[in-house]
């Protein structure tokens, strides 16, 4: 398994992108094909920082539940 990331803000942006992907109704499997499909990764352990953050940003920004992520 990975390690979780040690940067100071990791453990908010995953509760932030938890409660986003929940508003849109997203499961487990919509959010890591997400992933593969804009930053190469299943996990979002293996993101950085930014990478999170913009992660999050980008389910903000969506307004309506999108069932082809």
């Known amino acids: ?38 930053f190469g990764v299943r996990s979002r352990l293996l993101l950085t920082e930014e990478e999170l953050d913009n992660f999050l940003l980008f389910l903000q920004l969506t307004d309506t539940p999108n069932l082809d992520v």
């Open 1 to 38: 398994m990975t390690e979780k990331p040690t940067y100071p803000k990791f453990d908010d942006l995953i509760s932030k992108t938890d409660a986003e992907m929940q508003r849109l109704g997203w499961t487990k499997a919509q959010g890591r094909e997400h992933l593969m499909k804009c």
